[in-house]
């Protein structure tokens, strides 16, 4: 009887790796919000990254965590390492591409919890006084990352986040479009 659990739990994790290998290797998680401020008003709020800490997801999840800005204060080579708990790792981010109140690119490091580079990007598409914002990460997903997404989901996992932090984007640009009508 012991035999065939054995062999029956070897069946299970080898079908578990199997498919896990099958996986893509590439991925792309994305999210839309339209914010009730122009692109102008909006894209400043990304494009300087110190500005990120009143809305990104992950300065929420660790206010301890220690920030490091280097380079320029925004724009391409505006860059930021971090160091936190367990929810938000040890990482660096680097701004390699942009074009004013319309795209922003950046080169994502992630030293812990594990390692990897991906590439986030936003873009800003006017319609009226209004910004549909989008903010998408791609990458390449090694063996261990591929078993991790059939457990988790990774569209999930990182669209959740994503969802959170366009809701509080789109809050801090309106809260500065007022201040700059009043």
């Known amino acids: 009887m012991m035999t065939y659990i054995v062999i029956a739990i070897v069946a299970i994790v080898a079908v578990f790796l199997l498919i896990a290998a099958m996986q893509p290797a590439d991925f792309r998680v994305e999210r839309s919000a339209t914010i009730a401020a122009p692109s102008g008003v909006v894209f400043p709020h990304v494009n300087e990254l110190p500005r990120w800490e009143a809305w990104s997801p992950w300065a929420k999840m660790d206010p301890n965590a ?4 280097s380079g320029p204060a925004s724009g391409v080579g505006a860059s930021y390492a971090w160091a936190g708990n367990n929810q938000v790792g040890e990482g660096r981010m680097t701004i390699f591409e942009n ?10 490091e992630f030293l812990k919890p594990f390692k990897a580079t991906n590439t986030a990007e936003f873009t800003f598409k006017p319609e009226g006084e209004q910004t549909i914002v989008t903010w998408g990460m791609s990458g390449r997903k090694n063996f261990v990352m591929k078993a991790m997404v059939l457990i988790m989901g990774c569209d999930k996992m ?3 986040q994503f969802e959170k932090g366009l809701a509080d984007l789109g809050k801090v640009a309106t809260a500065a479009k007022q201040e700059q009508t009043a």
């Open 66 to 69: 220690k920030m490091t800005y």
């Open 99 to 108: 074009r004013p109140n319309e795209m922003i690119r950046i080169k994502l």
């Open 158 to 160: 990182i669209g959740s």
